[in-house]
């Protein structure tokens, strides 16, 4: 199951480099594998439940795409890369859903790993995918069903586009670029939710509110975790110079990286908005606390003047001749009211109340 980063590695802590340990949240589904061949003139779609006889499905005349929803079944993983001779320390990553996003060559393949993003119960989660590309042959593993590589499949089932000629890497660029696409969406996400904040920030400027905010900050770091990785990742796989990757994809995988920077630009601009979230919410509190000191410096204002009358009022001499007043009581309770009223209306036109 995807997960929110940063679930606990200490299962890895001691174990020698390339040891197969599953690294995610436990799951009880079984391993479902689809398998994709096709050329120009022919596709086929199957799904399997074991990795049993798959390089029965590699031939030199289709393209083939094998994926992998589900990578907790250690075996199943071993298998598979028994089957297709990859590298101990690929499928200890593969394992380990919490592997920075990388990519990595070997001599008869590229590997890559990077993150998808998606929304789920109002918070961002993320999906690790790893992907194998041989000679007409792409292999991606993924932590359970579900992806954003539906316009993909379509395109493939179709027939209707260049995918269906070309090989193995440029299905590789096309699920990568249906991934940043995807971070374009996310961001938009993650936009719309700050200025929904911002606004509520210029009406009130709450505990809530605040814990608002740092949710904000999290998620700009989680973006940020995996979108600053995932451009270095296609940054290599624009300037690799392995024979795998076809000149004519290059022009196409340039395009993507014109993507990356892009979101990485928005990436930026959304970081001023987090920060701009907080200067708000400090500006509101400011604004909140001068409201009441200037409240509570009016009531002490009027209640010192009538203080004033009262404890002139109060003294204890002998001689005062308001006191033998039949009405003096109720002359003075008059002026005090009087005396806050005018004071009140004073300070009304003043713009200070």
């Known amino acids: 199951m995807s997960t929110p980063l940063k679930p606990s590695r200490i299962k890895k802590t001691g174990m020698p480099p390339g040891s197969l340990i599953y690294v995610g949240d436990a799951e009880v589904k079984p391993v479902r594998i689809t398998i994709i061949r096709y050329n120009d003139n022919h596709f086929e ?9 798959l390089q029965a499905w590699i031939s030199n005349d289709y393209n083939v795409w094998i994926n992998i929803d589900g990578v907790h079944d250690v075996k199943q993983i071993e298998q598979i890369g028994h089957v297709f001779e990859l590298d101990p320390l690929s499928l200890e990553d593969i394992l380990n859903t919490q592997t920075r996003p990388k990519y990595d060559e070997y001599d008869d393949y590229i590997f890559c790993i990077i993150k998808d993003l998606y ?44 995918i269906r000629t070309r090989g193995s890497d440029y299905l590789m660029y096309a699920l990568l670029d249906a991934i940043v696409d995807n971070y374009f969406v996310i ?32 998620e700009f770091n989680n973006l940020k975790r995996v979108m600053l990785p995932g451009r270095e990742v296609v940054y290599a796989f624009y300037k690799s110079e392995n024979s795998l990757i076809k000149r004519k994809t290059k022009l196409f995988i340039r395009d993507l990286m014109d993507h990356v920077v892009h979101i990485v630009e928005t990436l930026d601009q959304s970081w001023d908005k987090v920060n701009g979230l907080i200067h708000i919410y400090l500006s509101g509190t400011n604004q909140t606390m001068n409201n009441i000191m200037k409240t509570l410096t009016i009531i002490s204002t009027v209640f010192m003047c009538l203080s004033l009358i009262a404890g002139i009022y109060g003294m204890n001499f002998k001689h005062m001749p308001e006191l033998e007043w039949r009405y003096g009581y109720f002359i003075v309770l008059g002026l005090m009211f009087g005396l806050a009223a005018v004071l009140l209306y004073f300070f009304r036109r003043k713009n200070w109340l």
């Open 45 to 53: 779609e199957t799904v399997l439940t074991s990795s049993d006889n």
């Open 119 to 162: 929304v789920e119960n109002g918070g961002l989660m993320a999906e690790q995918l790893s992907f194998v590309m041989k000679e007409r042959l792409l292999i991606t593993f993924q932590e359970e069903e579900g992806d954003v590589f539906d316009g993909v499949r379509n395109r493939l089932r179709t027939g209707a586009t260049k």
């Open 187 to 218: 961001c938009e996400w993650f936009d719309k939710s700050i200025d929904e904040l911002e606004e509520r920030l210029y009406l009130v400027t709450g505990k809530s509110e605040l814990a608002e905010i740092m949710d904000n900050k999290n």
